[in-house]
């Protein structure tokens, strides 16, 4: 993990395994990396983990390898001189230090290893098992949906969404930067309420471009870019812990193209289906039995600040849902850039790192989705 780095440290280092190049951290050490990426060595140490370079004298040929150049240790250098030698002057206290060592690098032997696609999928189903004990550690969450007497105006604004509103923390992940960085934490979360006809949802981000999306694949927007994304089980009945889709899975998919709204309802498992959708990679396949365009059926409306609010008709989702019961779903969102999907964040499922493999993309894992439960609704207090 290379921590705070700043900057090249000099030209390349020639030795045994090939070019080398350094760069200078933030907190008094140093990364040496191989032309090709591999790690090879950190020089100096992290001022959090070891003792700050303060020897009473210098002394000449003295270690200094379990010493940290203190943090913000600026404008350090390294070179090599025609012998082979490699030295650097280590910034703070312009001292020459000589690294040893680097003639006993090897490269390790060139090999052949074998990954079937047996392999594969044990490597997908331990990413589950590691979510699902993540969630029965920390629950997986329960959303109140309220059926609503009066719909909410769909505006991109949320102020006709009551305080009692009940939001799903999407992603919260990182930190505010120092200085004059622009980089901030993500801030993304989504509600839902329910009329007699409708569902209605909000997502609250600060990504104003979030949904740009080039459509590459018409059938496969979680491909090419940034979507709404709302997981569904209609089937309040269904096995809870199913490791395959059922009747009444399915996915709501909603982006803009050119400016346009495109919305994809992927149903994976409907009785009766006589063509499936096949979503293929090199190592295997999945099906699913219907995948309809339901935009006419939805209404997208942002602020152009990052907000988002969405209407689509019950009837276009096949659901009738009741009050007190509780279905499994979840929400998220897939940020992209360049007509390429680089991102899956869920409110509930976090085994979603995947986004370059079709299948892993495509499927429906409603053992990992959260509950959402259907509530009358609660006029606002204030």
Same mark, same amino acid.
């Given at each position: ?104 690098? &090897? /490269?390790?032997? +060139?090999?052949?290893? !074998? *990954?079937?696609?047996? $392999?594969? @999928?044990?490597?997908?189903? #331990? ?55 622009? &980089? /901030?934490?993500? +801030?993304?979360?989504? !509600? *839902?309420?329910?009329? $007699?006809? @409708?569902?209605?949802?909000? #997502? ?63 149903? !994976? ?114």
């Amino acid at each position: 993990m290379v921590v705070g780095h700043t900057r090249l440290l000099g030209g390349w280092i020639q030795g045994k395994v090939g070019p080398m190049f350094c760069i200078n951290g933030n907190m008094g050490n140093m990364y040496l990396i191989t032309a090709d990426g591999l790690f090879v060595s950190t020089l100096f140490h992290d001022i959090r983990l070891r003792p700050n370079w303060a020897a009473p004298a210098a002394v000449r040929n003295m270690d200094v390898t379990d010493i940290s150049l203190h943090d913000e240790n600026f404008w350090p250098s390294i070179t090599q001189t025609p012998d082979g030698k490699v030295f650097l002057v280590d910034g703070g206290r312009t001292s020459l230090v000589r690294v040893d060592g680097l003639e006993t690098l &090897s /490269r390790l032997p +060139e090999q052949t290893i !074998a *990954v079937t696609a047996g $392999d594969l @999928h044990r490597a997908r189903d #331990w990413f589950a098992q590691t979510e699902a004990r993540r969630q029965q550690q920390r629950g997986s969450g329960i959303l109140k949906v309220p059926f609503r007497k009066t719909s909410p105006q769909v505006d991109g604004r949320f102020d006709d969404w009551p305080a009692t509103t009940d939001w799903a923390f999407i992603d919260r992940r990182g930190t505010a930067a120092n200085f004059d960085s622009h &980089s /901030r934490p993500y +801030e993304v979360s989504a !509600a *839902v309420a329910l009329t $007699d006809t @409708h569902l209605y949802a909000a #997502w609250r981000t600060t990504e104003k471009n979030l949904l740009n999306n080039s459509g590459e694949t018409p059938n496969a927007p979680f491909k090419h870019g940034g979507c709404l994304d709302m997981m569904l089980a209609t089937d309040p009945a269904a096995a809870p812990n199913r490791n395959a889709p059922a009747p009444g899975d399915q996915r709501l998919l909603i982006t803009q193209i050119e400016g346009k709204t495109l919305a994809l309802l992927y149903r !994976a498992k409907v009785p009766g289906a006589k063509e499936p959708v096949a979503f293929s990679s090199p190592w295997r396949t999945i099906t699913i039995d219907v995948v309809e365009d339901v935009t006419e059926h939805v209404t997208l409306v942002t602020d152009k600040q990052g907000n988002f609010e969405i209407s689509v008709s019950l009837a276009a989702l096949h659901w009738q849902p009741k009050s007190g019961e509780t279905y499994r779903a979840d929400l998220g969102v897939l940020r992209g850039a360049n007509g390429q999907t680089t991102q899956r964040v869920y409110w509930t499922n976090k085994a979603t790192a995947i986004t370059a493999d079709v299948p892993s993309e495509a499927e429906l894992t409603p053992k990992l989705w959260g509950k959402w439960r259907i509530v009358d609704y609660v006029e606002d207090r204030k």
